[in-house]
């Protein structure tokens, strides 16, 4: 398997069951007060599956994202840091061993913010990797499939996947091939999912690209069809800079 053939890379698909009790897929326009995306962007849903396995020769894709249950946003007001460390501080606390330099003024630099958040959201999420094909890196696609399939049928991971920002912790369970996929059902809060007709979401990050200097954003326009957003791949006209 190779980048770029990707009927070949989809032998060795997956789909998670994601969910969690809040979200926020922050929206880059709207970073002072966050206000997030309605559906779980493509390259945060990257991040959940590269926190279970990932190496340096794989790389993951989106194909479809499924919403499994109704889009209800919270506004809330958080806590947090207008201000780092220096890079010569750092260094400094690091050469006279003490970390005590580091510690930030909490009055001075707590800002409190508000924020538009996801509650209660769950999906299924279809995803496939592809080998880079470099020399001296490990092409066995079919060892890599079965330890992520390990991986994720024992909750395993690298670091705690989350769902947009760290203090939303993300869950998953591996939906096993064959299997059907969940399907949304509605709530009290929300009996009218709005799902029926095509709903448009706007441009949504699809992901970054690494090979520029600035790290350009890549967007593509997401549509919600049924419940499902399908997802342009790698190298598609619809994703645009």
Excluded at 18 to 30: D, H, N
Aim: charged share 25%; glycine share 6%.
């Amino acid at each position: 398997m190779t980048s770029g053939k990707h009927d070949t890379a989809r032998k060795y698909g997956f789909c998670l069951h994601v969910w969690g009790k809040y979200a926020l897929f922050t929206r880059p326009e709207l970073k002072v007060e966050r206000t997030s995306y309605d559906v779980i962007t493509p390259s945060a849903a990257k991040g959940i599956f590269e926190a279970i396995y990932w190496k340096p020769e794989m790389k993951w894709n989106i194909s479809r994202i499924h919403v499994l249950k109704p889009i209800i946003f919270q506004s809330i007001r958080r806590n947090e840091v207008g201000s780092i460390a220096a890079a010569r501080t750092i260094r400094k606390a690091k050469n006279q061993n003490n970390p005590g330099m580091l510690r930030l003024n909490v009055k001075k630099s707590r800002q409190q913010r508000a924020s538009s958040i996801l509650v209660d959201p769950a999906y299924a999420i279809e995803a496939y990797f592809e080998i880079s094909g470099k020399k001296n890196t490990d092409n066995n696609a079919a060892k890599h499939a079965e330890m992520f399939k390990r991986r994720a049928r024992k909750g395993q991971c690298f670091h705690q996947p989350c769902l947009g920002t760290r203090e939303f912790a993300a869950h998953y369970s591996l939906i096993e091939q064959g299997n059907i996929i969940p399907s949304c059902e509605p709530s009290d809060q929300s009996p009218d999912l709005g799902f029926d007709t095509p709903r448009d979401l706007g441009f949504m990050l699809w992901g970054i690209d690494h090979e520029t200097p600035t790290r350009d954003p890549l967007l593509f326009r997401a549509t919600l069809h049924n419940g499902t957003i399908q997802v342009p791949p790698p190298g598609s006209k619809d994703i645009k800079k």
